[in-house]
């Protein structure tokens, strides 16, 4: 659903239970879930409706009163789910409302693609329609621990909720049926109500186990986060007798001049880190007009841009450095770069690249006057 639910339409969402099977401390309906309580997530889903009812346990009332903040009507719960949806069904007697739809506050990722379905489906006709999701899996019998046999999964399917129906049938199966049941639409087809089966979803799980929270977090997380970032960097030849690169020191008849150790690689690719977190560069974090980073070991600087990046949940995904110069070879020391690279920021070193080119004698790095490097890194966080 993109909008309000249709005129006539109200939704009761069920919570009045203890949840122990979940673990943790309290139910499992008023536990942290991302930023909110599940039951938030669940009573957001039917924000456009025009009456929403929340059964809770009498415990939970000052709890309930917070978190609805006025938009929802509270009913205390009975003994049982049954007892619990009877006295939310009670209160909608001669409000004006013609259907209600019923879902469990311990499902807090359903769809408004899964709730459309079901307001479709009682427009079109239906007295009755629920989401269900087809049974894939092979099915066993199971006896103290050994399969004793199996089962067609031919027309099986996996309830969801919400379960939708016409308010004056649904009133009545539940009167006429006082006795505790699976889901209302068990209690439905005592009365002989037809019910539709509408599309269901996967990720519209029912919190029941402690592994739940977990997956419905990475659900909510969505899809994988990926950054990529790119550094470049250039330092020129000066005096001295050896060059450090990706954090090896080479021989070689001239320096590179710079504030720190002139590390080009190493700074290209602490700067590809950064600019994937959108942090900037070396400079905002070690400021050259710093004397504290005067001739300092550019391992600092990739560390701390490595220790930033996990900080924020992300993993490395790999790291590719191209150094450009004429001299010295890079070759015969590409492998301890990768090798001290992958050290200093705490990864794998098949994840890191070291490699080198030349420019064909032309420009600043032809004429020998310096190295130059460019580095692409791709963080990935779920």
Known sequence: MTGPAPHGFAAIITAAGRGSRAGGEGPKQWRQLGDRAVLAHALAAFAGFERIILVVHPDDVAQAIALTQGVATIVIGGATRAASVRAALETLKHSGISHVLIHDGARPLVSQQVIAGVVTALQGGARAAAPALPVSDALWRG?????????????????????????????????????????????????????????????????????????????????????????????????????????????????LIGHSDADVGMHALTDAIYGALAEGDIGRHFPPSDPQWKGADSAIF????????????????????????????IGPHAAPMQDRLAEIMGVEPPRISVKATTSERLGFTGRREGIAAIATVALMKE
């Open 143 to 255: 006896e103290n621990g050994q399969v004793r046999g199996t089962a067609s999964r031919e027309g099986l399917f996996r309830a969801q909720t919400p379960q939708g129906f016409a308010l004056a049938a649904i009133l009545e199966a539940h009167r006429a049926h006082p006795e505790d049941a699976a889901d209302d639409v068990e209690l439905a087809r005592k009365s002989g109500i037809e019910v539709e089966i509408t599309p269901g979803d996967e990720n519209n799980l029912k919190i029941t186990y402690p592994a739940d929270f977990a997956r419905a977090e990475r659900l909510l997380r969505g899809k994988m986060d990926i950054r990529l970032g790119n550094g470049y960097d250039v330092h020129a030849f000066g005096q001295g007798d050896h060059v450090w690169l990706c954090g090896v020191k080479i021989p070689h008849d001239c320096g």
């Open 302 to 329: 990739l560390r701390h841009a490595a220790d930033l990046a996990r900080s924020r949940g992300f993993a490395f995904g790999n790291a590719d450095v191209t150094l450009i110069c004429e001299m010295p070879k």
